[in-house]
């Protein structure tokens, strides 16, 4: 690449391509997991204790290779804005699990349940990450 | 903290993609750095440094400072 004109925006062009081609592997490996368990088994039935190992370890290979890649290609401010998502997502979690205890305890709310817990924090950590990376 | 970035970028006729280029940062990163939303790290404020020939201190002006 020659230091010409637009070279620049020909490398912030490649960057970006290589940032979206990521998500897109990251999206279509979890859709493979995905539907990985829903073939071996209906969502909450058993499935056999090979399957489950190998589909835990794919899973937990694929966050720990596909999160080391994707902070290799991230900038500074992508690197801020998945720290305020983990930080709200994290507290998100770890908050609302208690708060949900003691509504229930009170009388006000359903059984604290995981899934909806589990998604709740994610959306708020994707909150989070979209405010500070499009502020 | 106030920053010259964009008259800098302007008066060398580039765009925020090109900055960002550059800087091997994003466009959107060069946005929230000239619009104030976000300050750069100490690396990222030299490589702008270096890129644009001057000091950190001509192009990053601190608010809370007296004048």
């Known amino acids: 690449m020659t230091d010409g004109e637009n070279f620049g925006t020909a490398k912030?062009?490649?960057?970006r391509r290589r940032y979206w081609t990521l998500m897109g592997l990251a999206l279509a490996a979890a859709l493979v997991i995905?539907?990985?368990g829903r073939v071996l088994g209906t969502p909450y039935g058993p499935i056999a204790p090979a399957a489950a190992i190998g589909l835990a370890a794919a899973l937990l290979l694929l966050t720990v290779v596909g999160n080391w890649v994707y902070f290799r290609s991230i900038d500074e401010l992508e690197v801020a804005a998945n720290l305020i998502g983990g930080f709200w997502g994290f507290y998100a979690f770890i908050l609302g699990w208690p708060l949900w205890h003691i509504l229930w305890r009170g009388g006000l709310v359903p059984k604290p349940e995981m899934l909806p817990l589990y998604a709740g924090a994610g959306a708020v950590a994707v909150a989070g990450f979209l405010w500070k990376r499009f502020q | 903290m106030r920053n010259r970035l964009k008259v800098l970028?302007?008066?060398?006729?580039?765009?925020?993609?090109?900055?960002?280029?550059r800087l091997g940062v994003s466009r959107q990163a060069v946005n929230a750095i000239e619009t104030g939303k976000y300050d750069p790290s100490l690396p990222l404020a030299f490589k702008l440094a270096r890129l644009f020939e001057m000091l950190i201190e001509d192009i990053f002006q601190d608010e809370g400072a007296a004048q």
């Not at chain 1, 912030?12 to 960057?15: A, D, N, S």
């Not at chain 2, 302007?10 to 993609?17: F, G, K």
């Open chain 1, 34 to 36: 995905g539907l990985a």
């Open chain 1, 12 to 15: 912030e062009r490649l960057r």
């Open chain 2, 9 to 21: 970028r302007a008066e060398r006729d580039w765009s925020q993609a090109e900055l960002g280029g």
